[in-house]
């Protein structure tokens, strides 16, 4: 079902035009050099538009290119051919106005989960009251205001990575970038994370392209499902509107029959790739 729901496909890329896309691939190709000479392209001609407060959820077959993407948005991947746009403008060498959170953790072993917050705000030059001050507040927010002083061999897998999303957030950016960032974790302490997501993001949405292996995940949270094919040179196959009503539960919308209709429209495109994907790649 290659290019199912084309037509919404066509039309959502029009509707984020340059000047509105947060973020835009345009024939984005990248490519890597691998031992001997051989040259690897892992994607190519991907386009790909998110607008600003939109929620993009990307799914693929392992080795897709799922990562290499958001690599290539947050400005730590050259393409080899085509162009990355931040909000009009072409991406500079890093994308200052990206958050990034990664599958594993990235927080300071020696530092209390108060002080791996208000760390994030030393570029910006904020004074270490301040940034302590409002790292409280965020860790607040994301429900560990009694867990101020634990190092991180002190908390949980859900309780690291609730740090490490406060440590995205309070810089602001205007741009989330979400590498599998709940993989680790089992499936009730991922439902907990993902509605924490959801309600952090709709209290001042961002544009957000969010990884993940996991469909039913992708579905709950996104308002569109973008599906790459199965690697090397992998593409965009399919891009899926997700009709479902915000706020949203993620327990509980996976009861409703529009999710169960949109899980099979979705893997029907899905399956092939993987099927690809396990047999070594593009026919």
């Given amino acids: 079902m290659e290019g199912s729901r084309q037509g919404s496909s066509e039309a959502a890329s029009a509707a984020a035009t340059p000047l509105q896309a947060a973020v835009r691939l345009d024939a984005v190709s ?14 190519e001609g991907i386009d790909l538009a998110v607008r600003p407060g939109e929620f993009v959820a990307v799914v693929g077959p392992t080795g897709s290119g799922k990562s290499t993407i958001l690599n290539a948005a947050a400005g730590l991947l050259k393409p080899a051919a085509g162009r990355v746009e931040i909000f009009g403008q072409p991406l500079p060498r890093l994308n200052a106005r990206a958050g990034y959170l990664f599958q594993a953790d990235a927080l300071m072993p020696w530092k209390t989960a108060l002080d791996n917050v208000a760390v994030a705000l030393e570029p910006q030059g904020v004074r270490r009251a301040e940034a302590r001050e409002r790292a409280r507040a965020w860790l607040g927010r994301v429900g560990l205001a009694t867990f101020t002083d634990r190092y991180p061999h002190m908390l949980s897998g859900g309780q690291r990575k609730r740090v490490a999303l406060a440590q995205m957030l309070i810089r602001d950016p205007e741009i989330l970038l979400m590498d599998e960032p709940f993989g680790p974790l089992d499936a009730q302490t991922r439902q907990i994370m993902g509605n924490l997501l959801l309600d952090l993001w709709a209290q001042n949405r961002k544009a957000v392209i969010f990884v993940t292996h996991d469909l039913e995940e992708a579905i709950a949270l996104s308002d569109r499902v973008v599906v790459l094919s199965a690697g ?20 509980e919308i996976r009861l409703e029959s529009r999710f169960h209709d949109l899980y099979r429209e979705i893997w029907s495109c899905l399956r092939v790739e993987v099927s690809r994907a396990y047999a070594g790649g593009p026919a």
Avoid: E, Q
Avoid at 232 to 251: N, T
């Fill in 30 to 43: 990248i490519a890597f050099t691998l031992k001997g000479g051989k040259r690897y392209v892992a994607v």
């Fill in 232 to 251: 090397p040179a992998a593409r965009v196959v399919g891009d899926f509107p997700v009709p479902l009503d915000r706020p949203r539960d993620i327990s």
